[in-house]
């Protein structure tokens, strides 16, 4: 399989807690999303990456969330001292990012519970 | 206002119906967009791309209308399949990397 893949699927954490999450984009992509959703909204963009750099960040992205992808290929989000809002799907997309190809395709997500 | 919307619904259709669903976009800048299928519990699958005027494959068609800013879905001949939630996105404007998405349609479609 040569999508997006994302670990952990699922993690149940403490608030307080903090947690990693890892995305591996589609091999040949030089873009990477990363993406907040809660039920019954769509997808929130948090940040992306071109490459090693992190081109953009959302104010949704609190100084306790943390983002990064060291030799341009994987990434990881940090979340340090979560908060049970912090409970959501935390999606990762991929894309070509050249020319007229901004097709962003969707790993499987990460589903995060805080207690 | 959120920068895009979409009628929530749900819809519920029969089998074999033709449905439309209607998204609208505030940023007149916004460069492309896109329909995304989202299965429950799953993740966003691209379905169309739409960069000029529409787009069409197969049973469904895609229609943009840049002066009104408002796109639309149609699904013709629907299927049981076609049941999930139908996520319309804008990308480009102010920000050449994220994609915004409306909160999503649901559909049903039914025996």
């Known amino acids: 399989d040569t999508g997006v893949s994302q670990d952990p699927r699922h993690k149940i954490t403490k608030r307080g807690q903090n947690v990693t999450f890892r995305c591996d984009p589609i091999s040949e992509h030089n873009r990477l999303y990363w993406y907040r959703q809660t039920l019954g909204q769509g997808p929130e963009f948090l940040t992306y990456f071109q490459n090693e750099a992190q081109l953009e960040k959302s104010r949704l992205l609190s100084d306790r969330f943390s983002a990064e992808r060291p030799k341009g290929s994987f990434s990881t989000l940090e979340i340090q001292r979560t908060e049970q809002g912090d409970s959501a799907m935390y999606l990762c997309?991929?894309?070509?990012?050249?020319?007229?190809?901004?097709?962003?395709?969707f790993g499987p997500g990460t589903r995060l519970t805080v207690t | 206002r959120k920068e895009v919307e979409q009628d929530p619904g749900p819809f519920n259709v029969p089998e074999g119906a033709t449905v439309a669903f209607n998204c609208t976009y505030s940023?007149?800048?916004?460069?492309?967009f896109f329909w995304y299928r989202q299965d429950c519990r799953k993740e966003p699958k691209l379905l169309m791309s739409?960069?000029?005027s529409g787009n069409e494959d197969g049973r469904f068609t895609a229609q943009l209308n840049r002066a009104s800013q408002y796109i639309s879905l149609l699904i013709r001949d629907s299927k049981l399949s076609d049941s999930a939630t139908y996520l319309c996105?804008?990308?480009?404007?102010?920000?050449?990397?994220?994609?915004?998405f409306g909160q999503g349609t649901i559909l049903t479609v039914h025996p």
């Open positions: 940023n007149s800048a916004s460069q492309s």
């Open positions: 996105v804008a990308f480009g404007g102010t920000s050449y990397g994220k994609l915004t």
């Open positions: 997309a991929s894309s070509l990012g050249t020319g007229e190809s901004y097709e962003q395709y």
């Open positions: 739409v960069y000029s």
